[in-house]
């Protein structure tokens, strides 16, 4: 007997602002990787955050540091992640949280999204303990100041964000 069920291939998306990817954020993105057929990068585009980096740059670092894992797509949003779910026919979310402040708002995000669309699975992935307290905003502001950044991003993306440094300062 033939089995009626066609295999459905799973596709996760894996939101965030990105300004700039960290090596916390790739740590994430290779590990959500190997767990889905598909995982979806979903850039997203809020101008109210004020970022450092245009979507553009964004983009183009993210693929260049995500080169090596075939099942990685990039997508730009700026609606509800609900909407962009139901636009990609994916109904799991990935996040990463570093501390139990990320969980308690990254849950309160969840229970908005599930009053929205019931389906819908959050994932919650740590980073890697060598990762655990990189944020884009730290990248951010040791740009500002002429910190060292170059252990907390991709190295295949260092130059572009130096070069970003070299622009702000």
Do not use: C, W
Request: charged share 30%.
């Amino acid at each position: 007997m033939q089995n009626s069920k066609i295999a459905q291939k799973t596709r996760a998306i894996y939101p965030g602002t990105f300004d700039p990817l960290t090596k916390g954020h790739l740590d994430i993105i290779e590990r959500a990787s190997k767990m889905f057929d598909e995982l979806v990068v979903a850039i997203g585009d809020n101008p109210d955050k004020n970022p450092l980096f245009s979507v553009a740059e964004r983009a183009k670092m993210i693929k260049k540091a995500t080169s090596a894992l075939p099942n990685i797509t990039l997508v730009k949003f700026n609606s509800l992640l609900i909407d962009l779910s139901d636009e990609l026919n994916a109904n799991i979310i990935i996040r990463g949280i570093r501390s139990a402040s990320d969980f308690e708002y990254e849950s309160q995000l969840n229970y908005a999204n599930r009053s929205l669309k019931k389906n819908l699975e959050t994932i919650y992935l740590m980073p890697s303990l060598e990762y655990s307290f990189v944020s884009s905003s730290l990248v951010r502001t040791l740009l500002k100041f002429d910190g060292e950044i170059k252990d907390l991003v991709p190295e295949s993306i260092f130059k572009d964000i130096k070069k970003k440094r070299e622009e702000i300062n």
